[in-house]
């Protein structure tokens, strides 16, 4: 038998196939009641109305059936909120590597575009091109591939790419 904390950090989100709910930061807690043996699954999803979340419900279901938790529950908790800065650092490096721009990483001072007072930029702008790294960017559409993604496009190479929402 699998653990099943491990078995649901497994599953990958069904629209991005590169990342694990894990790696997103939508898998918030898995619990075991010792006396029942059954597992309660905890989610937060990336966007209201995400139709993505009734597969990964299903999803988490099926890893853990055939982890050995047949009896399993999901719950969906919309607080606190889902935010970009819960994708972890390796969810942020397979988004990259997908071509898909990873939001700016708020929490990591580090990362952090530099707000001088006066200066406040805009998110949109420091939205870079996956491909070329150009932050000559445009926001095409605000319904990408998915409900959560946006379509944008860069100005120096011309491709479009898939953004996700910042929330
Ligand atoms: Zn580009």
Do not use: N
Request: aromatic share 4%; hydrophobic share 45%; proline share 8%.
């Amino acid at each position: 038998m699998v653990d099943p904390r491990e078995a649901v950090a497994a599953v990958v989100d069904p629209e991005i196939r590169v990342i694990t709910i894990d790696e997103l930061g939508i898998l918030r807690a898995v619990e075991k009641d010792p006396a029942t043996g059954r597992v309660t699954v905890t989610i937060t999803p990336t966007y209201t109305g995400c139709p993505a979340m009734d597969v990964i419900r299903a999803d988490i279901r099926r890893a853990l059936a055939a982890a050995g938790h047949p009896d399993a529950d999901v719950r969906t908790v919309y607080s606190p909120a889902w935010s970009t800065d819960w994708i972890s650092a390796a969810g942020r490096a397979k988004l990259a590597a997908a071509g898909i721009a990873p939001p700016p990483a708020t929490r990591d001072a580090g990362t952090a575009p530099a707000t001088r007072a006066g200066t406040v930029v805009p998110l949109t702008l420091a939205v870079r091109c996956p491909l070329c790294g150009s932050a000559e960017t445009e926001q095409v559409s605000r319904f990408g591939s998915t409900a959560c993604k946006a379509l944008w496009r860069c100005r120096a190479c011309r491709e479009p790419f898939d953004h996700l929402k910042a929330l």
